[in-house]
């Protein structure tokens, strides 16, 4: 996966209470007749970030990106770029520019005509359009490529030559539309590492839509999670994956085990959970902000598992009888560079476990149609209230 822009913590805008946004988007509302694609959306964005929009078909998260790119004007609400308001301001006066998921390469110019297009058409001098182009060429490595046609490119070179046709007229916001969608899945994550760098080396602000989780959580400062039409969750991707704020980011960010429950203890410093959804208590090592006998969920991601084939001993602090229970190995998926186990429980219920593959051929490891314990961590899981 990707590398994450170096950024240290005191520098992170979004962390700083004062801090300006860059685009600051205040209860914009986009109807299509009845329907509102998007409803309500308040979101700034800092300077220099790349910012994912993620979701999935029909989350809205296209329609946003097209009302900042001024092709669909908002029904209500107000969006500002760089402190400017861009009601009626139309897509080739604002400060931005947009690399579409298709890349529209022009197929009979050549790769350094295709960079040039805009410039020629803003009437740049000569000298000036040529440097930039051989600028642009050498950031993203396709300077030996100048001469050639789009059919005489790969996927991912065709990619490049779209951001940096996108890049030429230096736009201080650049919106990117599924930008690695048409890529298969091995370049994609080889252009995930030049998309991070590109960005940071230019220090243009980036705002990418996309479906893919993955994806989002390699690239972005920061992710916002988009469900019908509305902002599910904002923050950084670490935030995002281990500590959702509800079941549908916990499902739709990886990969989560899901388990209802009713509150039995409610203290400042644990709170104990009673499931028979999971057929097992759960201890949570820290205080949850819910009603008494309040009925919740607790997810736990995969990884956070232990499977064993002998019963853990209870850890400290935690009682005997919970976090742990009894299950049955009915399928295994080997990934490579994990193991995926099917594990039934005791109760008729499933649950997903994953184990890195350390070893080469590991002769210990769990195996089909064996007895297992899985137990977690008091810190593991996520308790959800909604």
């Known amino acids: 996966m990707a590398k994450k822009p170096q950024i240290a913590a005191d520098t992170r805008p979004w962390r700083e209470p004062g801090a300006k946004p860059f685009v600051r988007i205040r209860n914009v509302t986009k109807k299509f007749g009845d329907i509102a694609a998007v409803n309500d959306v308040s979101l700034d964005i800092y300077k220099g970030e790349l910012f994912c929009l993620l979701g999935g078909s029909g989350s809205g998260k296209s329609t946003l990106l097209r009302m900042l790119a001024g092709f669909e004007e908002p029904t209500a609400g107000t969006i500002e770029i760089d402190g400017q308001n861009m ?8 400060p931005v520019n947009m690399m579409f998921q298709s890349y529209a390469l022009f197929p009979h110019m050549t790769v350094e005509q295709n960079v040039a297009y805009g410039l020629k058409r803003d009437r740049l001098p000569p000298a000036e359009l040529a440097a930039r182009v051989t600028e642009l060429l050498q950031l993203v490595k396709l300077q030996d490529y100048r001469t050639r046609k789009p059919n005489q490119l790969s996927g991912g070179q065709r990619q490049r030559v779209a951001l940096a046709r996108a890049l030429a007229k230096r736009p201080k916001l650049l919106l990117l539309d599924e930008p690695l969608g048409a890529l298969d899945k091995k370049l994609r994550e080889e252009t995930q590492f030049e998309l991070v760098k590109i960005q940071e080396t230019l220090g243009v602000t980036f705002i990418v839509v996309t479906h893919d989780q993955e994806e989002a959580m390699s690239l972005a400062t920061r992710i916002g999670v988009m469900n019908q039409g509305e902002i599910a969750m904002i923050g950084e991707p670490t935030e995002i994956y281990e500590y959702p704020n509800s079941r549908f980011v916990a499902n739709f960010i ?22 028979a959804d999971l057929g097992s208590d759960i201890y949570v090592d820290h205080g949850v902000d819910c009603a008494p006998d309040q009925i919740l969920w607790w997810a736990i991601r995969p990884e956070k598992i232990r499977l064993t084939r002998d019963k853990p001993a209870a850890e400290s602090g935690i009682p005997a009888d919970a976090n742990v229970l009894k299950g049955f190995v009915e399928d295994i998926a080997y990934l490579g560079d994990m193991t995926v186990y099917q594990v039934r429980l005791e109760n008729g219920k499933y649950m997903r476990v994953t184990k890195a593959n350390a070893l080469r051929g590991d002769p210990d490891a769990i195996s089909w149609d064996e007895s297992v314990w899985a137990s977690w961590a008091g810190s593991s899981g996520s308790v959800l209230v909604s």
């Open 254 to 275: 990886g990969s989560a085990n899901m388990f209802e429950g009713v509150v039995t203890e409610d203290e400042p410093d644990h709170v104990r959970i009673r499931s």
């Open 87 to 94: 009601a009626g301001v139309p897509p080739y006066r604002r």
